[in-house]
């Protein structure tokens, strides 16, 4: 077992950028700390909003051939894209995962960060990456793929945390199982009996649905009620309190 984990990052992927993170924005209460450059080598265009000290991230393809613009297809535009966690030692945890049959897709090196991402096909559902930045422990630490002061960027008036994120199989147990082998994280089972993987900051829970995908993010915010109507507005239906957007369901709750 190697060393603490948290979730650090989640990533959407939408057709066209500008609309859905202006959208996210304007909901949700959240500023854009950053657009990535480095991303363009992928064929993509992204943008970063600090939750609390989670980051919700879009990337949209610009170009034929890449691999957010084959998922889009493939998935329909359902389903969030990637989920990032930090740790102490990204190698060791690849490495762990290799051993389990989770192939390495992709390695960053931007000193000081550190990222390996896992392949989508071994991990089912999304990608799964682990990265590191030296000197930076802290939650509220440098965190180069979020810019150099993305902690500017933090509000708090509107979305207070990202509380959940929600991961849907036709087989939800293996489904958590696996991911729990992968980040290290035993599956236990909620007061309900959905399985599901607690981090120190975040829970995943997985439930039965046709496609293996990640289908919702949860959120804690101020006025349920704001928000929706805010939603409603940008033209998105609101179903209870939650709504669809960039692929996911927003799950809201005070």
Known sequence: MTGAIRLRQVCLVAPELERVIADIAAIMGLSVCYRDGNVAKYGLVNALLPVDTILLEVVAPFRDGTAAGRFLQKSGGRGGYMAIFACDD????????????????????????????????DCRAAFIEFNHTDGSDDILGAYPPAGPDWQKFIRNDVTRTLTGVEMQSPDALGLAEHWGRIIEVPATRGQDG?????????????????????????????????????????????????????????????
């Open 90 to 121: 990204p190698d060791e945890r690849a490495a762990r995962a290799n051993a389990l049959g989770v192939r390495t897709a992709n390695v960053i090196r931007h000193a000081p960060y550190h990222g390996v991402q896992l392949h989508p096909r």
């Open 194 to 254: 959905t399985p599901e993987l607690r981090l120190p900051n975040v829970g995943f829970r997985f439930v039965q649905g046709e496609a293996e995908i990640m289908r919702g993010l949860d959120f804690r915010v101020a006025n349920v009620a704001a928000v929706c109507e805010a939603a409603q507005a940008k033209g998105y239906a609101v179903t209870g309190s939650a709504f669809l957007i960039g692929g996911v369901t927003f799950k809201l709750r005070q």
